[in-house]
Protein backbone atom coordinates (compact mmCIF):
# COMPACT_ATOMS: atom_id res chain seq x y z
CA UNK A 1 0.00 0.00 0.00
CA UNK A 2 1.06 3.17 -0.70
CA UNK A 3 2.05 5.65 1.95
CA UNK A 4 -1.20 8.38 1.74
CA UNK A 5 -0.36 12.56 1.81
CA UNK A 6 -1.21 12.49 5.50
CA UNK A 7 1.64 10.21 6.71
CA UNK A 8 4.20 11.99 3.89
CA UNK A 9 3.83 15.25 6.00
CA UNK A 10 3.05 13.42 9.36
CA UNK A 11 0.08 14.63 10.32
CA UNK A 12 -0.08 11.96 13.25
CA UNK A 13 2.62 13.64 15.27
CA UNK A 14 1.45 17.00 15.16
CA UNK A 15 0.83 16.74 19.63
CA UNK A 16 3.90 15.17 20.09
CA UNK A 17 5.65 17.20 22.60
CA UNK A 18 8.52 19.36 21.69
CA UNK A 19 11.47 18.14 22.34
CA UNK A 20 12.39 21.81 23.74
CA UNK A 21 10.92 25.03 24.11
CA UNK A 22 12.29 26.31 20.90
CA UNK A 23 10.37 24.04 19.07
CA UNK A 24 6.83 25.58 19.82
CA UNK A 25 5.53 25.42 16.24
CA UNK A 26 3.64 28.74 14.49
CA UNK A 27 0.61 26.74 14.93
CA UNK A 28 0.62 25.71 18.59
CA UNK A 29 1.19 29.56 18.71
CA UNK A 30 -1.67 30.09 16.38
CA UNK A 31 -3.55 28.26 18.65
CA UNK A 32 -2.62 29.31 22.30
CA UNK A 33 -3.47 32.87 20.66
CA UNK A 34 -7.04 31.61 19.99
CA UNK A 35 -7.99 29.53 23.44
CA UNK A 36 -6.44 32.85 25.53
CA UNK A 37 -8.67 35.60 23.34
CA UNK A 38 -11.60 36.43 25.58
CA UNK A 39 -13.19 38.49 22.74
CA UNK A 40 -13.19 40.60 19.69
CA UNK A 41 -10.73 42.59 19.45
CA UNK A 42 -11.28 46.34 18.44
CA UNK A 43 -9.25 48.12 16.79
CA UNK A 44 -9.24 51.64 15.02
CA UNK A 45 -6.74 50.52 12.51
CA UNK A 46 -7.99 51.30 8.85
CA UNK A 47 -8.94 49.12 6.47
CA UNK A 48 -7.14 48.70 3.18
CA UNK A 49 -9.28 46.92 -0.14
CA UNK A 50 -7.58 45.83 -3.45
CA UNK A 51 -10.15 44.90 -5.88
CA UNK A 52 -9.20 43.08 -8.80
CA UNK A 53 -12.08 44.52 -10.77
CA UNK A 54 -12.86 48.17 -9.33
CA UNK A 55 -16.31 48.53 -11.21
CA UNK A 56 -18.01 46.19 -8.69
CA UNK A 57 -19.07 47.89 -5.75
CA UNK A 58 -17.90 47.18 -2.17
CA UNK A 59 -20.35 47.28 0.38
CA UNK A 60 -20.50 48.13 3.89
CA UNK A 61 -22.49 46.50 6.27
CA UNK A 62 -22.87 47.89 9.18
CA UNK A 63 -25.68 45.42 10.84
CA UNK A 64 -26.04 41.74 10.57
CA UNK A 65 -29.92 42.88 9.50
CA UNK A 66 -28.43 44.28 6.51
CA UNK A 67 -26.72 40.98 5.17
CA UNK A 68 -30.15 38.81 4.35
CA UNK A 69 -28.90 36.17 6.64
CA UNK A 70 -31.38 32.88 7.44
CA UNK A 71 -33.40 33.73 10.24
CA UNK A 72 -31.90 30.05 12.19
CA UNK A 73 -28.28 31.70 11.06
CA UNK A 74 -29.11 35.52 12.26
CA UNK A 75 -30.19 34.01 15.78
CA UNK A 76 -27.54 31.89 15.55
CA UNK A 77 -25.11 35.43 15.42
CA UNK A 78 -27.40 36.67 18.54
CA UNK A 79 -26.91 34.03 20.75
CA UNK A 80 -22.89 34.42 19.87
CA UNK A 81 -23.29 37.60 21.90
CA UNK A 82 -22.75 39.80 18.12
CA UNK A 83 -24.18 43.09 17.94
CA UNK A 84 -22.68 44.27 15.35
CA UNK A 85 -20.23 43.24 12.73
CA UNK A 86 -16.19 43.83 13.36
CA UNK A 87 -14.74 46.07 11.27
CA UNK A 88 -13.08 43.36 8.68
CA UNK A 89 -16.36 41.67 9.03
CA UNK A 90 -18.19 44.99 7.50
CA UNK A 91 -16.40 44.46 4.44
CA UNK A 92 -15.90 40.80 3.90
CA UNK A 93 -19.24 39.88 4.98
CA UNK A 94 -21.28 41.28 1.82
CA UNK A 95 -18.22 39.81 -0.43
CA UNK A 96 -18.32 36.20 0.94
CA UNK A 97 -22.61 36.19 1.33
CA UNK A 98 -23.49 38.01 -1.85
CA UNK A 99 -24.84 36.52 -4.90
CA UNK A 100 -22.71 35.67 -7.27
CA UNK A 101 -20.05 34.75 -4.83
CA UNK A 102 -16.85 36.41 -4.90
CA UNK A 103 -13.51 35.35 -3.68
CA UNK A 104 -11.57 36.83 -1.43
CA UNK A 105 -8.59 36.77 0.64
CA UNK A 106 -8.40 38.96 3.73
CA UNK A 107 -5.86 39.60 6.31
CA UNK A 108 -6.17 40.83 9.58
CA UNK A 109 -4.33 39.94 12.85
CA UNK A 110 -5.95 37.05 15.41
CA UNK A 111 -9.27 38.20 17.30
CA UNK A 112 -10.36 40.55 14.68
CA UNK A 113 -13.55 37.92 13.58
CA UNK A 114 -11.80 36.31 10.34
CA UNK A 115 -13.32 32.92 11.62
CA UNK A 116 -16.67 34.42 12.61
CA UNK A 117 -16.94 35.68 9.05
CA UNK A 118 -16.33 32.78 7.15
CA UNK A 119 -17.91 30.34 9.63
CA UNK A 120 -21.17 32.67 8.72
CA UNK A 121 -19.92 32.44 4.93
CA UNK A 122 -19.91 28.34 5.02
CA UNK A 123 -23.02 28.11 6.89
CA UNK A 124 -25.17 30.19 4.93
CA UNK A 125 -23.77 28.28 1.40
CA UNK A 126 -24.76 25.04 2.46
CA UNK A 127 -27.82 23.27 0.62
CA UNK A 128 -29.11 20.91 3.80
CA UNK A 129 -31.27 19.04 0.58
CA UNK A 130 -28.07 17.77 -0.72
CA UNK A 131 -26.29 14.93 1.14
CA UNK A 132 -22.69 15.72 0.36
CA UNK A 133 -19.71 17.80 0.99
CA UNK A 134 -20.19 20.94 -0.53
CA UNK A 135 -18.29 23.16 1.88
CA UNK A 136 -14.24 22.34 2.71
CA UNK A 137 -12.49 24.41 5.17
CA UNK A 138 -8.62 23.24 5.11
CA UNK A 139 -7.03 24.27 8.50
CA UNK A 140 -3.01 23.35 9.53
CA UNK A 141 -3.81 21.16 12.43
CA UNK A 142 -6.10 19.12 14.22
CA UNK A 143 -6.24 21.51 17.42
CA UNK A 144 -7.40 24.73 14.78
CA UNK A 145 -9.85 22.59 12.92
CA UNK A 146 -11.52 21.48 16.12
CA UNK A 147 -11.72 25.03 17.25
CA UNK A 148 -13.32 26.02 13.76
CA UNK A 149 -15.74 23.46 14.18
CA UNK A 150 -16.57 25.10 17.67
CA UNK A 151 -17.49 28.06 16.08
CA UNK A 152 -19.66 26.24 13.60
CA UNK A 153 -21.57 24.95 15.90
CA UNK A 154 -22.00 27.61 17.88
CA UNK A 155 -23.12 29.73 15.21
CA UNK A 156 -25.60 27.59 13.56
CA UNK A 157 -26.89 26.10 16.76
CA UNK A 158 -30.13 26.88 15.24
CA UNK A 159 -29.43 24.42 12.17
CA UNK A 160 -29.68 21.15 13.61
CA UNK A 161 -29.77 19.88 9.86
CA UNK A 162 -26.13 20.92 8.66
CA UNK A 163 -23.79 17.89 9.29
CA UNK A 164 -20.06 18.76 9.98
CA UNK A 165 -17.26 15.87 9.83
CA UNK A 166 -13.62 16.40 10.60
CA UNK A 167 -10.86 15.07 8.47
CA UNK A 168 -8.27 15.24 10.58
CA UNK A 169 -5.73 12.11 12.38
CA UNK A 170 -8.24 9.90 14.41
CA UNK A 171 -11.40 10.24 12.71
CA UNK A 172 -11.35 7.67 9.77
CA UNK A 173 -13.69 6.74 8.10
CA UNK A 174 -14.53 3.92 5.47
CA UNK A 175 -17.48 5.21 3.53
CA UNK A 176 -18.78 8.03 1.45
CA UNK A 177 -19.44 11.49 3.25
CA UNK A 178 -22.98 12.48 3.41
CA UNK A 179 -21.63 15.65 6.00
CA UNK A 180 -22.12 18.95 3.78
CA UNK A 181 -18.84 20.57 5.73
CA UNK A 182 -15.60 19.05 5.70
CA UNK A 183 -12.50 20.66 8.22
CA UNK A 184 -9.65 19.02 7.83
CA UNK A 185 -5.74 19.44 7.61
CA UNK A 186 -4.98 18.77 3.89
CA UNK A 187 -3.08 15.97 3.68
CA UNK A 188 -6.00 14.01 5.31
CA UNK A 189 -8.50 15.52 2.75
CA UNK A 190 -6.55 14.89 0.00
CA UNK A 191 -6.66 10.92 0.75
CA UNK A 192 -9.97 11.05 1.57
CA UNK A 193 -10.78 13.31 -1.74
CA UNK A 194 -8.21 11.08 -4.55
CA UNK A 195 -7.41 7.82 -3.18
CA UNK A 196 -10.45 6.62 -0.86
CA UNK A 197 -12.72 8.95 -3.17
CA UNK A 198 -14.86 9.73 0.19
CA UNK A 199 -16.14 12.57 -1.45
CA UNK A 200 -16.07 14.53 -4.92
CA UNK A 201 -13.89 18.06 -4.68
CA UNK A 202 -15.67 19.07 -8.23
CA UNK A 203 -18.79 19.31 -6.11
CA UNK A 204 -17.28 21.66 -3.64
CA UNK A 205 -18.95 25.14 -4.12
CA UNK A 206 -17.27 27.02 -0.96
CA UNK A 207 -13.40 26.37 -0.08
CA UNK A 208 -11.98 27.83 2.93
CA UNK A 209 -7.99 28.13 3.55
CA UNK A 210 -7.40 29.34 6.91
CA UNK A 211 -4.48 30.23 8.59
CA UNK A 212 -2.40 30.49 5.38
CA UNK A 213 0.49 31.90 7.24
CA UNK A 214 0.53 29.28 9.26
CA UNK A 215 -0.47 26.60 6.57
CA UNK A 216 2.83 27.63 4.37
CA UNK A 217 5.33 27.74 7.45
CA UNK A 218 4.13 23.38 7.40
CA UNK A 219 6.55 21.71 5.65
CA UNK A 220 4.22 20.13 2.41
CA UNK A 221 0.81 21.92 3.04
CA UNK A 222 1.17 24.74 0.67
CA UNK A 223 2.02 22.28 -2.30
CA UNK A 224 -0.66 20.02 -0.80
CA UNK A 225 -3.26 22.88 -0.96
CA UNK A 226 -2.17 23.66 -4.52
CA UNK A 227 -2.67 20.47 -5.52
CA UNK A 228 -6.41 20.28 -4.03
CA UNK A 229 -7.44 23.64 -4.98
CA UNK A 230 -6.41 22.43 -8.55
CA UNK A 231 -9.39 20.05 -8.83
CA UNK A 232 -12.03 22.62 -7.31
CA UNK A 233 -14.51 23.35 -10.03
CA UNK A 234 -14.57 26.89 -11.47
CA UNK A 235 -17.49 28.40 -9.91
CA UNK A 236 -16.25 27.55 -6.29
CA UNK A 237 -15.92 30.78 -4.11
CA UNK A 238 -12.60 30.86 -2.74
CA UNK A 239 -11.49 32.69 0.17
CA UNK A 240 -8.43 33.01 2.37
CA UNK A 241 -7.40 33.76 5.49
CA UNK A 242 -4.39 35.26 7.69
CA UNK A 243 -3.29 36.74 10.47
CA UNK A 244 0.21 38.08 9.06
CA UNK A 245 1.22 39.60 5.78
CA UNK A 246 4.84 38.63 5.28
CA UNK A 247 5.21 38.44 1.23
CA UNK A 248 5.66 34.55 0.95
CA UNK A 249 2.32 34.37 2.46
CA UNK A 250 0.33 36.77 0.13
CA UNK A 251 2.26 35.51 -2.58
CA UNK A 252 0.77 32.15 -2.26
CA UNK A 253 -2.80 33.74 -1.44
CA UNK A 254 -2.97 35.60 -4.83
CA UNK A 255 -1.25 32.33 -6.78
CA UNK A 256 -4.10 30.40 -5.38
CA UNK A 257 -6.61 32.81 -5.89
CA UNK A 258 -5.63 35.51 -8.48
CA UNK A 259 -8.57 37.01 -8.83
CA UNK A 260 -9.55 37.64 -5.62
CA UNK A 261 -10.67 41.31 -3.94
CA UNK A 262 -8.10 41.36 -0.99
CA UNK A 263 -8.93 43.00 2.43
CA UNK A 264 -6.06 44.04 4.65
CA UNK A 265 -6.52 45.39 7.96
CA UNK A 266 -3.57 46.82 9.37
CA UNK A 267 -1.96 46.14 13.15
CA UNK A 268 -1.90 48.94 15.80
CA UNK A 269 1.69 49.59 16.78
CA UNK A 270 1.98 48.97 20.75
CA UNK A 271 3.14 51.51 23.14
CA UNK A 272 4.25 52.02 26.42
CA UNK A 273 2.08 54.98 27.11
CA UNK A 274 -0.14 53.66 29.40
CA UNK A 275 2.22 51.41 31.39
CA UNK A 276 3.22 52.17 34.60
CA UNK A 277 6.80 50.62 34.74
CA UNK A 278 8.73 49.89 37.34
CA UNK A 279 11.94 47.65 39.20
CA UNK A 280 12.72 45.92 42.36
CA UNK A 281 16.30 45.52 43.16
CA UNK A 282 16.97 41.73 44.39
CA UNK A 283 19.99 40.02 45.65
CA UNK A 284 19.26 36.34 44.71
CA UNK A 285 16.56 34.16 44.42
CA UNK A 286 15.11 33.90 47.41
CA UNK A 287 14.88 37.80 47.22
CA UNK A 288 13.11 37.72 43.82
CA UNK A 289 10.71 35.18 45.30
CA UNK A 290 9.74 37.20 48.17
CA UNK A 291 8.59 40.07 45.54
CA UNK A 292 7.10 37.42 43.57
CA UNK A 293 5.10 36.52 46.71
CA UNK A 294 4.23 40.02 48.30
CA UNK A 295 3.10 41.39 45.11
CA UNK A 296 0.68 38.52 44.69
CA UNK A 297 -0.25 39.77 47.78
CA UNK A 298 -0.98 43.15 46.93
CA UNK A 299 -3.19 42.43 43.99
CA UNK A 300 -6.53 42.44 44.26
CA UNK A 301 -7.97 42.85 40.82
CA UNK A 302 -7.24 41.92 37.86
CA UNK A 303 -4.48 39.06 36.92
CA UNK A 304 -0.96 38.68 36.08
CA UNK A 305 1.30 37.36 33.95
CA UNK A 306 5.34 36.28 34.98
CA UNK A 307 7.94 35.98 32.44
CA UNK A 308 11.36 33.61 32.86
CA UNK A 309 14.10 32.99 30.96
CA UNK A 310 14.18 29.49 31.10
CA UNK A 311 11.45 26.83 31.75
CA UNK A 312 13.71 25.75 34.79
CA UNK A 313 13.13 29.09 36.48
CA UNK A 314 9.11 29.05 35.87
CA UNK A 315 8.32 25.28 37.06
CA UNK A 316 10.28 26.71 40.17
CA UNK A 317 8.49 29.48 40.89
CA UNK A 318 5.65 27.82 40.22
CA UNK A 319 5.82 25.34 42.43
CA UNK A 320 7.04 27.57 44.87
CA UNK A 321 4.15 30.35 45.11
CA UNK A 322 1.88 26.56 45.18
CA UNK A 323 3.60 25.17 48.38
CA UNK A 324 2.84 28.73 49.67
CA UNK A 325 -0.69 28.02 48.97
CA UNK A 326 -0.78 30.27 46.19
CA UNK A 327 -3.00 29.23 43.35
CA UNK A 328 -1.24 29.85 40.04
CA UNK A 329 -0.72 28.43 36.70
CA UNK A 330 2.05 27.39 34.39
CA UNK A 331 2.39 27.54 31.03
CA UNK A 332 5.54 26.11 29.67
CA UNK A 333 6.88 23.70 27.14
CA UNK A 334 6.32 20.05 29.06
CA UNK A 335 3.21 20.12 28.69
CA UNK A 336 1.27 18.52 25.73
CA UNK A 337 -0.82 20.94 23.58
CA UNK A 338 -4.27 19.50 25.35
CA UNK A 339 -2.64 20.68 28.37
CA UNK A 340 -1.72 23.87 27.49
CA UNK A 341 -5.34 24.45 26.41
CA UNK A 342 -6.30 23.46 29.41
CA UNK A 343 -4.26 26.11 31.25
CA UNK A 344 -5.41 29.11 29.05
CA UNK A 345 -8.57 28.49 29.05
CA UNK A 346 -8.70 28.15 33.03
CA UNK A 347 -6.54 31.62 32.77
CA UNK A 348 -9.25 33.54 30.38
CA UNK A 349 -12.16 32.24 32.77
CA UNK A 350 -9.91 33.93 35.58
CA UNK A 351 -9.70 30.59 37.82
CA UNK A 352 -6.17 31.97 38.66
CA UNK A 353 -4.97 34.94 39.03
CA UNK A 354 -1.64 34.34 38.04
CA UNK A 355 0.27 32.79 34.78
CA UNK A 356 3.75 32.09 34.81
CA UNK A 357 5.37 31.75 31.51
CA UNK A 358 8.20 31.65 29.47
CA UNK A 359 9.05 33.72 26.79
CA UNK A 360 9.41 31.84 24.21
CA UNK A 361 5.96 30.10 25.00
CA UNK A 362 3.76 33.59 24.77
CA UNK A 363 5.70 35.60 22.84
CA UNK A 364 3.30 37.09 20.22
CA UNK A 365 0.31 36.18 22.81
CA UNK A 366 -1.88 39.15 23.46
CA UNK A 367 -3.66 38.77 26.90
CA UNK A 368 -5.49 41.91 26.96
CA UNK A 369 -7.22 40.90 30.60
CA UNK A 370 -3.79 40.71 32.10
CA UNK A 371 -3.20 44.48 33.70
CA UNK A 372 0.07 43.69 35.70
CA UNK A 373 3.25 41.98 34.14
CA UNK A 374 6.30 40.82 35.90
CA UNK A 375 9.74 40.30 34.40
CA UNK A 376 11.39 37.84 36.53
CA UNK A 377 14.05 38.06 34.40
CA UNK A 378 14.45 40.74 31.69
CA UNK A 379 14.12 40.02 28.04
CA UNK A 380 17.47 39.49 26.19
CA UNK A 381 18.32 37.79 23.05
CA UNK A 382 21.12 34.80 22.30
CA UNK A 383 23.75 37.15 22.65
CA UNK A 384 22.39 38.27 26.34
CA UNK A 385 21.38 42.16 25.14
CA UNK A 386 18.55 43.65 25.42
CA UNK A 387 15.70 42.32 23.64
CA UNK A 388 13.51 45.38 23.37
CA UNK A 389 10.99 44.14 20.73
CA UNK A 390 10.24 41.35 23.29
CA UNK A 391 9.87 43.66 26.30
CA UNK A 392 7.39 45.88 24.34
CA UNK A 393 5.09 43.16 23.15
CA UNK A 394 5.31 41.31 26.73
CA UNK A 395 3.90 44.35 28.53
CA UNK A 396 2.84 47.14 25.32
CA UNK A 397 -0.69 47.94 24.84
CA UNK A 398 -2.09 49.15 21.80
CA UNK A 399 -4.16 52.23 21.93
CA UNK A 400 -7.38 50.27 22.26
CA UNK A 401 -7.10 48.72 25.40
CA UNK A 402 -6.98 51.77 26.77
CA UNK A 403 -6.88 50.81 30.63
CA UNK A 404 -3.51 51.52 32.59
CA UNK A 405 -1.41 48.51 33.10
CA UNK A 406 1.89 47.77 35.37
CA UNK A 407 5.09 46.39 34.75
CA UNK A 408 7.41 45.33 37.10
CA UNK A 409 11.15 43.90 36.72
CA UNK A 410 13.24 41.91 38.34
CA UNK A 411 17.15 43.21 38.62
CA UNK A 412 19.20 40.83 40.45
CA UNK A 413 22.44 41.89 38.91
CA UNK A 414 24.57 44.78 37.41
CA UNK A 415 24.60 43.16 33.87
CA UNK A 416 20.77 42.85 34.39
CA UNK A 417 20.60 46.61 35.73
CA UNK A 418 22.25 47.41 32.92
CA UNK A 419 19.95 45.58 30.26
CA UNK A 420 16.79 47.51 32.48
CA UNK A 421 18.76 51.10 31.91
CA UNK A 422 19.46 50.39 28.07
CA UNK A 423 15.55 49.20 27.77
CA UNK A 424 14.62 52.39 29.78
CA UNK A 425 17.07 54.40 27.22
CA UNK A 426 15.53 52.71 23.83
CA UNK A 427 12.05 53.53 24.75
CA UNK A 428 12.45 56.77 26.39
CA UNK A 429 10.23 56.02 29.33
CA UNK A 430 10.72 55.93 32.83
CA UNK A 431 11.12 52.62 34.85
CA UNK A 432 10.54 53.73 38.38
CA UNK A 433 12.15 52.00 41.32
CA UNK A 434 9.88 49.61 43.81
CA UNK A 435 10.18 48.66 47.31
CA UNK A 436 10.25 45.33 47.58
CA UNK A 437 8.21 45.36 51.12
CA UNK A 438 5.62 48.07 50.35
CA UNK A 439 4.18 47.32 46.69
CA UNK A 440 0.61 48.10 48.23
CA UNK A 441 1.64 51.03 47.01
CA UNK A 442 0.86 49.91 43.29
CA UNK A 443 -2.80 49.92 43.80
P1 LIG B 1 -10.05 35.69 14.21
O1 LIG B 1 -10.50 34.53 13.40
O2 LIG B 1 -9.72 36.89 13.40
O3 LIG B 1 -8.98 35.35 15.21
P2 LIG B 1 -12.57 35.34 15.58
O4 LIG B 1 -13.59 35.21 14.53
O5 LIG B 1 -12.11 34.09 16.25
O6 LIG B 1 -11.30 36.17 15.08
O7 LIG B 1 -13.14 36.36 16.68
C1 LIG B 1 -12.43 36.70 17.84
C2 LIG B 1 -13.37 36.76 19.02
O8 LIG B 1 -14.33 37.78 18.82
C3 LIG B 1 -14.16 35.48 19.24
O9 LIG B 1 -14.32 35.32 20.63
C4 LIG B 1 -15.49 35.76 18.56
O10 LIG B 1 -16.54 35.02 19.15
C5 LIG B 1 -15.65 37.25 18.78
N1 LIG B 1 -16.37 37.93 17.69
C6 LIG B 1 -16.23 37.74 16.36
N2 LIG B 1 -17.03 38.57 15.67
C7 LIG B 1 -17.69 39.32 16.57
C8 LIG B 1 -18.66 40.39 16.49
N3 LIG B 1 -19.11 40.84 15.33
N4 LIG B 1 -19.11 40.90 17.65
C9 LIG B 1 -18.65 40.45 18.85
N5 LIG B 1 -17.75 39.47 19.00
C10 LIG B 1 -17.26 38.91 17.88
Known amino acids: ESTSAAQEVGE ?53 EDLNLRPELLKGVYAMGFNTPSRIQESALPI ?113 LDEADVMIATQGYQDLSIKLHRKLPPNCQKMLFSATYEENVMRFAEKLIPDATILRL ?36 GQAMIFCQTRNTASWLSSQLTKDGHAVALLSGDLTVDQRIAVLNRFREAQERILITTNVMARGIDVEQVTLVVNYDLPVDMNKRPDCETYLHRIGRTGRFGKAGIAINLVDSSRSMNVLRQIEQHFGKPILKLDAENVAELE
Open 266 to 301: KREEESLDNIKQFYIECKDSNEKYRAIANIYGAITI
Open 12 to 64: TTETEKPQNEEEITVAERSLLQKIIRKGLMDTKAQLEVKQKDPTSPLYSAKSF
Open 96 to 208: LLGNPPQNLIAQSQSGTGKTAAFVLAMLSRVDSNLNYPQILCLSPTYELAVQTGEVISQMGQFCPEIQVVFAVRGYDINEKLSAHIIIGTPGKIIDWAFRHKFFDVSKIRVFV
